[in-house]
């Protein structure tokens, strides 16, 4: 029902930036929070950002604070990740989110119902 389409990935030098998009279709996007995660293989899902519906606060993991920045424009449906200052650690598979109930908002994944296939960003060093 609901579908979630990340773009923007790529490689970059560490150092550079990356804009990262994720289309939403299916709900009423300005009704729910969105976030993203990221996945290396081998290791757990790691929160990096979150924004709520009307983009009114936003969180982000410690790793990624002061470097990214989560935004939304609900009238295109669309959130964005820009990352700036990217590290090779930074290197993973991000996957956009869609919470699954209004006013959820947070860093845990179980608040998070859809999810993106996911877009490979590579930072090499």
């Known amino acids: 029902q609901v579908q979630l389409v990340e773009s923007g990935g790529g490689l970059v030098q560490a150092g550079g930036s990356l804009r990262l998009s994720c289309a939403a279709s299916?709900?009423?996007?300005?009704?729910?929070?969105m976030g993203w995660f990221r996945q290396v293989p081998g290791k757990e899902r790691e929160f990096v950002a979150a924004?709520?519906?009307?983009?009114?606060?936003?969180y982000y993991g410690d790793s990624v604070k002061g470097r990214f920045t989560i935004s939304r424009d609900n009238a295109k449906k669309t959130v964005y990740l820009q990352m700036n200052k990217l590290k090779p650690e930074d290197t993973a598979i991000y996957h956009c989110?869609?919470?699954?109930?209004?006013?959820?908002?947070?860093?845990?994944?179980?608040?998070?119902?859809?999810w993106g296939q996911g877009t490979q960003v590579t930072v090499s060093s």
């Open positions: 299916g709900r009423t996007f300005s009704s729910y929070a």
């Open positions: 989110a869609q919470a699954g109930a209004t006013y959820s908002i947070g860093t845990a994944s179980g608040l998070y119902h859809y």
């Open positions: 924004i709520s519906s009307s983009g009114s606060r936003t």
